[in-house]
């Protein structure tokens, strides 16, 4: 059983690039969450979704940053015009139901620098 | 709104010795409890969990007890490998009634070097 698959595990950007960053869920699995870890953080939640409904948006910076997790194909978090604060490990996390009992799985995450 | 608090690392131990990293949560309601660990370059993994108060959570020789009075879920183990080497996170998922999700809240992690 594959988990859940993050790619590109490593992406460099230049200020005002776009960052695209992809997240496949474990299969079977309808709920799907991203997480930034800033250097020498924890991880901050960002965003919750469910199958082509965001359902929890406020961990996401307001401008610049969105997310879609589509009826077919990986969830997506999408960086317009990154700068270098933008720099972090993204991870993605997904789960097969909610609750506070239920395990979320990780992926590897992807390393954004900005340059 | 709900809060981890962990024991400000790095912490250096030898291999065979008594680990403990303390972590304290801050939340409303009856939170389930978690420890994540983070092995250099990989994602997360669940370590062990805890869903309600005096459940105790264990696996790979790690030991959490979930403590309502102090609001305090302490990782423990007995004599640590140098394969422990790895950043810990303490985490909550907040339970709302029952229509909570599973939205964790993370402490800030304490790295974890072990030595031969």
């Known amino acids: 059983n594959a988990g859940v698959m993050q790619n590109p595990r490593h992406l460099v950007r230049r200020r005002g690039q776009e960052a695209r960053l992809r997240c496949s869920p474990v299969k079977g699995h309808s709920h799907v969450y991203w997480y930034r870890q800033l250097p020498e953080e924890g991880l901050k939640f960002m965003v919750y979704?469910?199958?082509?409904?965001?359902?929890?948006e406020s961990g996401m910076p307001k401008e610049r940053f969105s997310a879609e997790f589509p009826k077919e194909g990986p969830s997506i978090l999408r960086i317009q015009q990154v700068v270098r604060g933008d720099s972090a490990a993204y991870f993605c996390?997904?789960?097969?139901?909610?609750?506070?009992?239920?395990?979320?799985?990780f992926g590897q995450g992807t390393r954004l620098t900005v340059v | 709104g709900d809060s981890v608090t962990q024991m400000e690392g790095p912490v250096t131990l030898s291999e065979e010795a008594f680990l403990t990293i303390n972590c304290t949560y801050t939340a409303t309601g009856y939170p389930s409890l978690f420890w994540y660990v983070q092995y250099p370059g990989e994602g997360l993994q669940l370590l062990l969990k805890?869903?309600?108060?005096?459940d105790k959570g264990s696996n790979k020789g790690f030991e959490a007890t979930y403590r309502k009075e102090t609001t305090s879920f302490h990782l423990e183990k007995g004599s640590v490998q140098v394969s422990d080497s790895a950043v810990y996170f303490c985490?909550?998922?907040?339970?709302?009634?029952?229509?909570?999700?599973?939205?964790?809240?993370f402490g800030q992690g304490t790295i974890l070097t072990v030595h031969p």
């Open positions: 805890a869903t309600k108060a005096d």
């Open positions: 985490a909550l998922i907040f339970n709302a009634g029952g229509t909570s999700y599973g939205k964790l809240t």
């Open positions: 996390a997904s789960s097969p139901r909610t609750g506070g009992n239920t395990e979320a799985f």
């Open positions: 979704l469910q199958k082509e409904n965001i359902i929890d």
